[in-house]
C-alpha cells in the first residue's frame, strides 16, 4: 500500500519517453497559434467514419495518444456534432450510411468546414466501382480540404488540420 | 480416428467426399437431406464455422456450402449442396450461427430459407430496392437506383412492460469508432435486451473481388478490416497459393509470421488500454498506447506502412524487409516484456478490478451455437486457436499452447490477452533468432480451383474461400471474427448496466468494417 501511495510521486509513463519527432512539434505549434487566431483557441472535430476499413480511424485517435496528444494545440475531437467546427470524414460514402451522415453534417452549426481524410474519403480509394458506395465524401458534401493515405499518418494528419487553418484565415481577411 | 472415417460412421458409407486442396473435406449432400445431415453433425460436436454460396460453382444454379470444425481434427469439414431452385430448409433452429449466413445469403442471392424464424434482410438496408441480389452474376458491378424507405423502421424485438424502456444508439456513436446501432431495453440502468443492427459499412467488397486478378485481389483482402491486414492478406493469399500451388519460401513464411503476431501485439495493446480508458483511467492507459505507437513505428520501418498494408503478395512478400530494421525489431522486443509487465501492474487497482469483475459473461453455453471465436472464447474456457487446431504457414512447426481461461469476464480477456502478447513476443523472437536468408518471393502460375484457408487474426478465426475460372476470382467469401462475436454481445450484455456497455464492446474488440464487408 506504502508503495501504491509513494508511487504518485513517481514519473509518469509519459514523461519516461524521449519525444523525438521535431518536425510534428513544429506543425503542431503553428497550428495552435492558427487556432488561436482563427476559431478562438480551440478547434472542435467531429470525426464521422461513412465506410472506411478502420485504419484512418485508428491513426485518428492515435492522434491523441501520448506521442501526439495533440490537445495540446488546441484541438478537441468532440462527441456530438453540434459541438463540433469541421467535420472530419473517413471512407468511402456507402449508401448504408449515406443518410446518417448527411444529418450528421446537417447537425453541425455554421461555420462549419468538411475534410476528407483517408483515399476512399478522397474518392480515389478502391471501392469506386461498387454498387454498395457513392463514392468519396464530395458525394454529398461540400469538401474543404483532402488528407489523401492509405491511412495518412497521424503527422500527415495534423499538416493536412494546419493547411485547413491556413485556408480558412485566408478566407476570413 | 480420421474425419473420413468418422463420416462414414455417421453416414453410411459411399460418399460423395473430395478432398480439397488445404485441407477440408467436401461432402456432397442432397437438398432435401441438408436438414438432417447438419443435425446429426451438431449431436455429434460438430460446430458450424460458416455457411456461403455461390452461382454457377457446378452447373447453373446455386451451391452452399457449410462448413464445419470439430475438436480433434485439423481438417474442415465443408457439406456442399446444389440447389434445384432458390429455396432451401433453414438450419439456424440447429445452429442459431446460421440466422445472420442464411441472411445474407439471401440478401446476396435471393436464396430463400424455408422457416428461418428471422427473414428480415442483413446487409442490405431500408434504401436498397427490393429483388435487388448483388451477388448474382446476372448483377453487373455499378451504380444503382436507390429507394427512399417508406418511413417503415427496421423492425426492432419489443420489449414491453413496466419500466421498460429503448434507448437507441448510433449509427454514428459520440467517439472516434465506426457505425452501428444498438437498440437497447433497459429497465432503470440494467440492460434487458440489446439488438444490433450492423453493415452501415457494406462497401460490396465480395462483388468487388470478383473478375479480379487473384494478385489484384490482396488489396480487397487489406481493406476488410484495416487492423487485420496482414491476417486477411495472408488468409486470402494461402487459399490461392494452394490453389495454384505455389510454394511460399522459408523467408517469407517467418516474415508473414513476423507480421501476423505483430499485429496480434498491437492490436492487443489497443485494447488493454481502451478498457481502462473506458473505465475514466486514461493516465493507467497510457504506457500501453506508448508501446502500441511503438509498434506501428517498428511496422512502419520493417514494410513502409504503419499497418503492414502492401507487403503480402501472391508467392511471398512484395519486398524483403530491411536488415537493419529487423536488428531493431529484436532490440525493441528484448526489453518490451519488462515494460509491458509494469504497465500491466495496473490490474492491481481496486478499482479498476471492481469495473472489470463479473462484467460482461461470455457464457460458455454460447460458444458452440454462435461459434464465439479468439480470445474472447478462450477467456470463456474453450480451448480455440486456429494456429494450433488448424495449423498453416510457420505455426505446423510450433508447439503452441493454447490458454484459457475460465472467468468469461472483462478482467479474464483482459488477463489473457496481456498474456498472450508475452506469447507473441516469444513467437517472433524465436522466428527471428533462425530468419533464413533466401529469397521473399516465389514466381508462379495461376491455376483455376477452390479453396478454404483460415487464419487466426487478433480477434479469432477469420475464413476465406476462394474459387477461381479462368485466371479470374470467381467468388470471394470472407468471414472474419467479428461476424460470428458480434452476435455474442448481444448477450454478454444481459443483466449489466448501461454505463458497462463500452467496457464490454472494447473488451471483445469487434471491427464494424470486418463484419460488414
Known amino acids: ?173 | 480416428m480420421k474425419l473420413n472415417d468418422e463420416l462414414e460412421k455417421l453416414f453410411g458409407k459411399k460418399l460423395e467426399i473430395a478432398a480439397g486442396l488445404n485441407n477440408e473435406l467436401y461432402l456432397t449432400v442432397q437438398e432435401n437431406q441438408v436438414q438432417k445431415a447438419i443435425s446429426r453433425l451438431y449431436e455429434n460436436n460438430f460446430e458450424l464455422i460458416l455457411l456461403f454460396c455461390a452461382e454457377n460453382f457446378v452447373d447453373k444454379g446455386f451451391t452452399l456450402f457449410y462448413a464445419f470444425e470439430k475438436v480433434g481434427y485439423s481438417e474442415i469439414l465443408v457439406l456442399q449442396c446444389s440447389l434445384a431452385g432458390n429455396h432451401v430448409a433453414s438450419v439456424a433452429t440447429v445452429f442459431p450461427s446460421a440466422c445472420w449466413y442464411e441472411r445474407e445469403v439471401t440478401d446476396g442471392f435471393g436464396v430463400e430459407f424455408s422457416g428461418a424464424f428471422d427473414k428480415r434482410r442483413l446487409f442490405l438496408h431500408e434504401t436498397y430496392p427490393a429483388d435487388f441480389h448483388p451477388l448474382l452474376k446476372s448483377f453487373k458491378n455499378g451504380k444503382i437506383e436507390t429507394v427512399t424507405p417508406s418511413g417503415d423502421e427496421y423492425p426492432f424485438k419489443v420489449v414491453e412492460g413496466e419500466g421498460v424502456y429503448q434507448i437507441p444508439v448510433g449509427p454514428v456513436h459520440a467517439g472516434i469508432i465506426e457505425p452501428g446501432h444498438f437498440r437497447f431495453s433497459v429497465i432503470g440502468e440494467t440492460i434487458f435486451n440489446l439488438e444490433i443492427k450492423m453493415f452501415y459499412k457494406h462497401r460490396g467488397l465480395e462483388k468487388l473481388a470478383e473478375g479480379l486478378k487473384p494478385q489484384e485481389c490482396v488489396k480487397i483482402a487489406e481493406t476488410v478490416s484495416g487492423d487485420e491486414t496482414v491476417a486477411n492478406a495472408v488468409a486470402f493469399c494461402s487459399a490461392v497459393e494452394k490453389i495454384s500451388n505455389i510454394a511460399v519460401s522459408r523467408r517469407a513464411l517467418q516474415l508473414r509470421t513476423v507480421f501476423l503476431e505483430l499485429e496480434r501485439i498491437y492490436s492487443y495493446l489497443g485494447d488493454l488500454g481502451g478498457m481502462i480508458v473506458d473505465v475514466a483511467y486514461p493516465a493507467g492507459a497510457s504506457p500501453f498506447f506508448i508501446l502500441r505507437e511503438e509498434i506501428f513505428r517498428q511496422n512502419e520501418a520493417l514494410t513502409g506502412s504503419r499497418f503492414m498494408k502492401g507487403i503480402v503478395a501472391l508467392g511471398g512478400l512484395c519486398k524483403d524487409v530491411p536488415e537493419q530494421a529487423l536488428r531493431n525489431l529484436s532490440a525493441f522486443l528484448g526489453s518490451f516484456s519488462k515494460r509491458l509487465g509494469k504497465a500491466e501492474g495496473i490490474d492491481n487497482t481496486f478499482s479498476l478490478i471492481d469495473r472489470f469483475e463479473t462484467t460482461g459473461n461470455v457464457k460458455p453455453e454460447l460458444l458452440i451455437p454462435l461459434h464465439v471465436t479468439g480470445p474472447v472464447a478462450r477467456a470463456s474456457g474453450k480451448t480455440t486457436d486456429t494456429r494450433i487446431d488448424h495449423p498453416y504457414g510457420l505455426y505446423r512447426e510450433m508447439d503452441l499452447k493454447v490458454r484459457t481461461l475460465q472467468n468469461k469476464d472483462v478482467l479474464a480477456r483482459f488477463s489473457l490477452k496481456a498474456e498472450e502478447i508475452l506469447d507473441s513476443i516469444k513467437i517472433i523472437q524465436d522466428v527471428l533468432c533462425k530468419l533464413d536468408s533466401g529469397e521473399i518471393f516465389a514466381p508462379y502460375q495461376i491455376k483455376d480451383g477452390y479453396a478454404l484457408s483460415i487464419v487466426e487474426s487478433a480477434r479469432g478465426q477469420s475464413v476465406h474461400w476462394v474459387l477461381l475460372k479462368n485466371g479470374l476470382v470467381d467468388r470471394y467469401k470472407v468471414r472474419t471474427a467479428s461476424f460470428c462475436n458480434w452476435q455474442a454481445i448481444e448477450h454478454a450484455v444481459l443483466g449489466n448496466i448501461v454505463p458497462d456497455f463500452p467496457l464490454i464492446n472494447k473488451s471483445m474488440n469487434l471491427s464494424y468494417a470486418g463484419t460488414d464487408l
Open chain 1, 1 to 173: 500500500m506504502a508503495k501504491r501511495i509513494l508511487s504518485v510521486f513517481e514519473k509518469k509513463a509519459t514523461e519516461n519517453f524521449p519525444f523525438k519527432d521535431a518536425e510534428f512539434e513544429a506543425v503542431g505549434l503553428s497550428l495552435k497559434k492558427e487556432v488561436d487566431k482563427v476559431f478562438g483557441r480551440s478547434l472542435a472535430i467531429r470525426e464521422l467514419d461513412s465506410g472506411s476499413d478502420n485504419s484512418t480511424e485508428i491513426e485518428l485517435v492515435n492522434l491523441t495518444a501520448p506521442h501526439y496528444d495533440v490537445e495540446r494545440f488546441g484541438i478537441t475531437f468532440v462527441a456530438s456534432p453540434r459541438h463540433a467546427d469541421v467535420l472530419i470524414v473517413t471512407g468511402a460514402v456507402t449508401l448504408n450510411m449515406a443518410t446518417a451522415a448527411k444529418k450528421t453534417y446537417d447537425a453541425m452549426p455554421n461555420p462549419k468546414f468538411v475534410v476528407a481524410v483517408g483515399d476512399d474519403a478522397c474518392g480515389i480509394g478502391i471501392l469506386n466501382n461498387s454498387y454498395a458506395v457513392l463514392g468519396g465524401a464530395e458525394k454529398i458534401f461540400d469538401v474543404n480540404l483532402k488528407i489523401p493515405g492509405n491511412p495518412p499518418s497521424p503527422k500527415d494528419i495534423l499538416k493536412g488540420i494546419l493547411a485547413l487553418t491556413k485556408k480558412i484565415s485566408e478566407i476570413k481577411k
